[in-house]
């Protein structure tokens, strides 16, 4: 058999669009000779469709489009594997559809009614024969491995998580140097073929690499990582065939593909805009700096313009030699860039608002009037707005992302990437190419931006002196690994206060930045766009944004949970039970020492332990004895005649006994 990947990147939820697509890859597939393409899955609605699947005019056109695409493809002698999420019973059920011989048979379904088990949490993996071979469809490879039938000889690998920085396997071929997939393929003793989508689906990201591995774990076909490509590979099970050299293979690097997984997002997100230029706001600093770096390589120079604000609050000879530093190192990044670069004058505030201004109010209007212009200068070039906010902003200060105009952004590309990570991004893509200029990749740059944003957490606060001048002294100390490490503890993966890194060393500060993420919940919810490449993002991580508790530890105490209440409860019936089983038998045993004329020491005796040791011990003896009797009694009853009493015995041949 020879399958066809189709590593494809299309506009999410252009039905029409992506089944002819498909078509004109089937096209392909099938002059290079394949009897089976595959597709991949986030294309009709992505992997995160919503109530989107509920609207039945949505199914109605996926089911159309699906059959015009097989009426389209059955002249070409091609099977089509086209995998989509659909609704059942308002549960999202990734269906597989077959199309072949001008038909679309939803595999899964069509197996569900058969076994009579029609439930969306259930999995079977669909097995169907294309030219002589038996292919399986698999969504999870250490679970899906084992079920496979004998005889199976292909396992297609339909990859449904999204890009995640942290975990290579999300990452395709790229992951299989480091050890994966190559185990899975060894112990099932089958081909491996994995279909890796490629491109943006709002906020998931997909890098591609799909390939093809034998059943000895050797990669014997690979696509491209970060661009489309038709991979067509022949598949025969127990056949040698040439393996692609392991170092030949693209390997895994963090800052490498968190970078192009960045930029597929920025592209993808600014085409689905219908828009083809983007503005970025330039501050001197190290994000903003490295977003416009971003939209470049996304985009083309020709469709990023900078803008630049020039500080009118400047009275000091050394805050005029900062701001002349700050707008140098502008002009230099527009610079080596190529990027067109609009320069702007900050006016007077209080003629803006037309009133005298507090000195403590200057910065807020000021940031909300540049926002305004940044708008305008947006509006004015038919372009969007990129913001450069990252996750450490989202969690400590949103309100003041939103009114440096984040809410009229686009997208925020780092907004789930860490502050402290940027410097590393910076330096990776610096060895392409030096464009940031070098005082912005240092720690320095990453310690000034982390002080603007803890002063901005604190501006939030209630305006309370004392209360305000505590939170500035825990934070103060604090440096920008040590900040975002507890965050990324409390966020990502969801530790509690005490198992943050900050806990030992400084409790009230780590208490502290847990309540500032969550007094944040309700601004974030106004951010824009992000694309999600952590384990877990802040539009995956939602706490009622009316919450007034925070977690402040358990001081000492010890974990309690609902399970540890349940098994106490079931403890506690248990021994109510014993109790009052005991309690009967003591009743029942009152009564028969009573009809028995037992005296009160002797019933007291009876009750006890070693009175129903003693009783069970008779009782056993007791029934000993009796079995003894009733089996000579049988024997002597096989005596003289059958049926005629022996001396001794009662009537019929039974014992006097037995008859009383």
């Not at 690998?157 to 050890?179: L, P, R």
């Not at 009229?408 to 860490?418: E, I, K, M, R, T």
């Not at 060393?505 to 919940?521: C, I, K, W, Y």
């Not at 001081?555 to 309690?583: C, N, Q, W, Y």
């Amino acid at each position: 058999m020879k399958l066809a990947l189709a590593q494809i990147d299309m506009r999410l939820g252009d039905i029409e669009g992506v089944c002819t697509r498909i078509g004109d890859q089937a096209e392909l597939a099938s002059k290079q000779g394949a009897h089976l393409l595959c597709t991949p899955a986030p294309l009709f609605g992505g992997m995160q469709p919503t109530m989107l699947i509920d609207y039945a005019n949505y199914e109605h056109e996926v089911v159309r489009s699906l059959r015009d695409l097989a009426a389209r493809v059955e002249p070409l002698h091609i099977d089509c594997l086209v995998p989509a999420v659909i609704a059942l019973d308002q549960v999202p059920y990734l269906e597989v559809f077959l199309l072949r011989e001008g038909r679309v048979s939803p595999l899964r379904s069509m197996m569900s009614l058969r076994t009579g088990s029609l439930d969306a949490s259930t999995w079977d993996p669909p097995v169907f024969d294309v030219a002589g071979s038996r292919v399986a469809v698999v969504l999870d490879l250490e679970r899906d491995i084992p079920q496979l039938p004998r005889g199976c000889d292909v396992a297609l690998y339909i990859q449904m998580n999204g890009f995640n920085a942290y975990n290579e396997a999300t990452c395709g071929v790229a992951s299989v140097a480091d050890g994966y997939f190559s185990g899975d393929a060894a112990r099932g003793g089958v081909w491996i073929a994995c279909m890796a989508p490629v491109g943006a689906y709002d906020e998931t990201v997909y890098t591609g690499g799909s390939f093809v591995m034998d059943e000895s774990g050797d990669v014997v076909a690979a696509a491209p990582c970060f661009e489309e490509c038709l991979l067509v590979q022949d598949v025969s099970r127990g056949t040698p065939v040439a393996a692609l050299d392991a170092r030949d293979l693209p390997r895994f690097d963090r800052e490498e593909w968190l970078w192009e997984a960045l930029r597929l997002h920025v592209r993808d997100a600014v085409s689905a805009s219908g828009r083809a230029r983007v503005v970025v706001p330039l501050e001197g600093d190290l994000p903003t700096s490295l977003t416009a770096v971003l939209a470049v390589d996304a985009l083309g120079p020709r469709n990023v313009v900078g803008v630049a604000f020039e500080r009118a609050e400047v009275f000091t000879p050394r805050q005029e030699a900062l701001e002349c530093e700050r707008m140098e190192l502008i002009r230099a990044l527009a610079a080596n860039l190529n990027i067109h670069l609009v320069e702007r004058a900050q006016g007077d505030v209080s003629r803006w608002m037309d009133r005298d201004v507090p000195a403590r109010d200057v910065g807020r209007l000021r940031v909300g009037i540049d926002a305004l212009y940044l708008a305008d200068v947006a509006h004015e070039m038919g372009a969007c707005t990129l913001s450069a906010l990252t996750k450490t902003d989202a969690a400590l200060a949103p309100a003041a992302a939103l009114s440096a105009g984040a809410a009229l952004a686009l997208a925020a590309p780092f907004g789930d990437v860490y502050l402290s990570s940027l410097e590393f991004l910076a330096r990776y893509r610096n060895r392409r190419s030096a464009v940031i200029p070098a005082p912005l990749v240092t720690l320095n740059a990453v310690e000034d931006r982390m002080g603007q944003i803890l002063a901005c957490a604190v501006d939030a606060c209630p305006d309370d002196p004392v209360y305000t001048q505590r939170i500035a002294q825990l934070l103060a100390g604090l440096e920008p690994a040590q900040v975002d490490g507890v965050l990324e503890a409390h966020v990502d993966r969801n530790e509690v206060l005490e198992d943050v890194p900050l806990y030992k060393t400084a409790p009230e500060s780590a208490a502290l930045l847990l309540m500032l993420v969550r007094r944040g919940e309700g601004a974030r919810r106004s951010l824009p766009s992000t694309p999600i490449v952590s384990a877990r993002s802040f539009a995956e991580r939602a706490w009622p944004h009316m919450l007034g508790w925070s977690d402040l530890g358990r001081h000492g105490e010890e974990p309690l949970s609902v399970m540890d209440l349940a098994r106490e409860g079931i403890k506690r019936f248990e021994t109510l039970g014993e109790e009052h089983g005991e309690r009967v038998r003591g009743e029942i045993l009152g009564l028969l020492g009573g009809l028995l004329g037992l005296s009160p020491e002797q019933q007291q005796e009876l009750m006890s332990e070693d009175g129903q040791q003693r009783m069970r011990e008779n009782m056993e003896r007791f029934e000993s004895g009796l079995r003894e009797m009733l089996n000579a009694a049988g024997a002597q009853h096989e005596g003289p005649h059958p049926g005629e009493a022996a001396p001794g015995q009662g009537l019929r041949g039974y014992p006097f006994f037995s008859q009383n």
